[in-house]
């Protein structure tokens, strides 16, 4: 591209689309478009735009690749079978979409990569391990020059093609089972409110309930109840004897199923009381008390990824710390949030 005066542009195609502002609304708008012909009577429009010099398309460029062209290109490459992007670059950006329901995976390895090696590329996204829908924008590209240097575009394709850059984790874990356990909710001396909590959150999630029981405080009843559970369910849910108290036997009654726990507890809040763990058969977590007093809760952050099937590690859970306090909000907007970020 070459830059001239706006009197000598005419007959000329503009190489890049130019934004203007609305001064009624103060929304952005394409003034001009990307190989538009420049008139006689476009001159005082540019100018008014601020536009004495423009930039006019050069053909003898043949080492630099326009921002729309290489916005494409990178599209092409980051569409995966859960990803879709836009088709036409709008001002030399495209937006990245969800193309199915899930969990939000990035390499995150690789993304660092590529701004570290190619400042002038921009690729913001969403959090890692967000929850999205089908149809929602979970990332955008565009170069913040309107050119770039073919080597950088063929440098950016090698970075994204050595596998999938973002992606999405589908719920594939639909089958849950709930344990509630506390002899006094057995005998019916306060009424359970777990089971519609949780029956209601996974639901969110397209996932249903396969079983819902509420056994005694006894090692043996809970997992008899665990075995049960887990030839009817994909993932496990038990509330009730996760504290510290030395008659909750929650934990112990999990080991003694066979299941592995991750790690007991995790440095966030509210429901630090939270506790993972695997087994062939399913994938089990307890659920703390404290979810039933607030809209959101160490649950909800983990939930999504557990019905993905993701296997969290102790490492992650020991660095889950930043992220993990809810501020509590008077109107509560999770995932919208800072609670449970890098999820």
């Not at 001159?43 to 735009?49: A, E």
């Amino acid at each position: 591209m070459r830059k001239v005066d706006v009197s000598n542009a005419i007959g000329c195609a503009l190489a890049h689309d130019l934004t203007a502002v609305d001064s009624l609304t103060g929304r952005k708008y394409c003034a001009f478009h990307r190989g538009q012909i420049v008139k006689q009577e476009d001159l005082d429009k540019l100018k008014d735009l601020g536009r004495y010099q423009v930039y006019i398309e050069d053909s003898s460029s043949r080492d630099e690749v326009h921002e729309d062209d290489f916005a494409i290109a990178v599209a092409s490459q980051l569409r995966h079978p859960s990803i879709v992007t836009d088709d036409t670059p709008q001002e030399g950006r495209v937006s990245i979409y969800a193309n199915r329901s899930g969990v939000l995976k990035i390499d995150l390895q690789r993304l660092t990569q590529l701004h570290k090696s190619h400042p002038e590329l921009v690729l913001p996204t969403l959090p890692q391990h967000y929850p999205v829908s089908d149809g929602q924008r979970i990332g955008a590209f565009r170069i913040l020059p309107l050119y770039a240097h073919r080597a950088t575009l063929d440098s950016c394709l090698q970075i994204l093609a050595q596998k999938p850059l973002i992606s999405i984790d589908p719920y594939t874990r639909k089958k849950v089972a709930i344990i509630v356990t506390g002899t006094e909710v057995y005998e019916g001396r306060i009424t359970d409110r777990f089971i519609p909590l949780i029956s209601k959150k996974i639901k969110t999630y397209d996932a249903f309930v396969t079983s819902a029981t509420i056994v005694p405080d006894n090692h043996q009843r809970i997992v008899n109840e665990i075995s049960r559970a887990m030839e009817l369910a994909d993932l496990v849910c038990i509330t009730g004897g996760t504290s510290v108290d030395p008659d909750d036997i929650t934990l112990s009654a999990i080991t003694s199923s066979g299941a592995s726990v991750v790690r007991q507890g995790v440095p966030r809040q509210p429901g630090n009381h939270l506790s993972i763990a695997y087994h062939p058969q399913a994938t089990l977590v307890t659920v703390p008390a404290g979810a039933l007093s607030v809209p959101c809760s160490t649950f909800d952050t983990y939930l999504p990824r557990l019905l993905a099937d993701h296997r969290i590690t102790a490492d992650e859970l020991a660095t889950s710390a930043a992220g993990g306090l809810c501020q509590q909000c008077p109107s509560c907007h999770f995932p919208n949030c800072t609670f449970g970020a890098m999820r």
